[in-house]
């Protein structure tokens, strides 16, 4: 269960749509010093979905190679577990550590429905990656789970990939919310209510999104955020741009 409000007041640190093993390295570098630097502050870290690619078990490219050759689900999970370790080494041990199934994670649980597949059973995203031992709460269902962050924020990993697609999610949740799954950054507010498109952690030039075409991934855009919870339970949302791999917070270069 979450920690109380009073254990939550403090820093979060949102991100998802890091697509592991084709993350922005030079934009999850910056996220690490910015830790560092706020590491007393840090309440919370929220990984809101395809935190992995796990490209190798696609199923637009059933029985195709993968768009990295000869790469093998082994590997992605080795580059996860590696990503997770430079980040639980810096991170405060009492952080609030969330990880949500995004569509890609659920990529192993649609390959594992297979009855063929099932067999010869592969690791799941949450055991590969030893989550429960690494102490994040980790939430399997993509389309319909969500953290809490505070008492008005639910975060997710998005549902809605219209034109307008924080509106669309304030309008249906009726609720402050948080999401990435777009690769867009956006935010639409009304009164005390917000709905926020968080951008994405990942390496948009990487082979993994040759399927995107130019005008979708000129769309996309690399970012996360940073969400103050106050003694009240309220959040302060700041979204975070990140550009040629570089990022600011608190007037300092990342």
């Known amino acids: 269960s979450p920690p109380s409000i009073p254990n939550q007041v403090g820093m979060h640190i949102l991100i998802g749509c890091n697509h592991v093993p084709f993350h922005n390295v030079e934009m999850h570098n910056g996220l690490i010093e910015l830790i560092k630097d706020h590491k007393k502050q840090i309440k919370g870290f ?25 790469l093998t689900l082994d590997q992605e999970y080795r580059a996860g ?8 080494a810096v991170l ?36 590969a990656l030893s989550l429960d031992s690494r102490g994040y709460q980790t939430k399997e269902n993509w389309s319909r789970d969500f953290f809490t962050i505070g008492k008005h924020l639910d975060i997710m990993h998005g549902i ?18 948080a999401f990435v799954h777009t690769h867009r950054i956006q935010s639409y507010i009304e009164g005390n209510t917000g709905s926020f498109n968080l951008g994405a952690g990942a390496d948009f030039t990487s082979p993994a999104f040759n399927y995107a075409t130019r005008p979708m991934k000129a769309s996309w855009q690399n970012g996360f955020a940073i969400v103050m919870v106050d003694e009240d339970g309220s959040y302060h949302l700041t979204q975070i741009i990140c550009r040629n791999g570089k990022f600011y917070f608190g007037g300092k270069e990342y």
């Open 81 to 88: 577990n590696s990503l997770l370790d430079e980040f639980d």
């Open 92 to 127: 405060p041990k009492k952080a609030w550590k969330t990880y949500l199934y995004g569509n890609h994670e659920d990529r192993w649980n649609r390959w594992m429905h297979s009855t063929d597949n099932a067999k010869t059973p592969l690791m799941s995203p949450k055991n």
């Open 160 to 177: 809605y990939f219209s034109i307008h697609c924080a509106k669309a999610h304030l309008d249906k949740l009726r609720g402050s919310c």
């Open 46 to 70: 929220h990984l809101m979905g395809d935190f992995m690619d796990l490209n190798t078990l696609s199923f637009h490219d059933r029985g195709k190679f993968t768009s990295v050759p000869g």
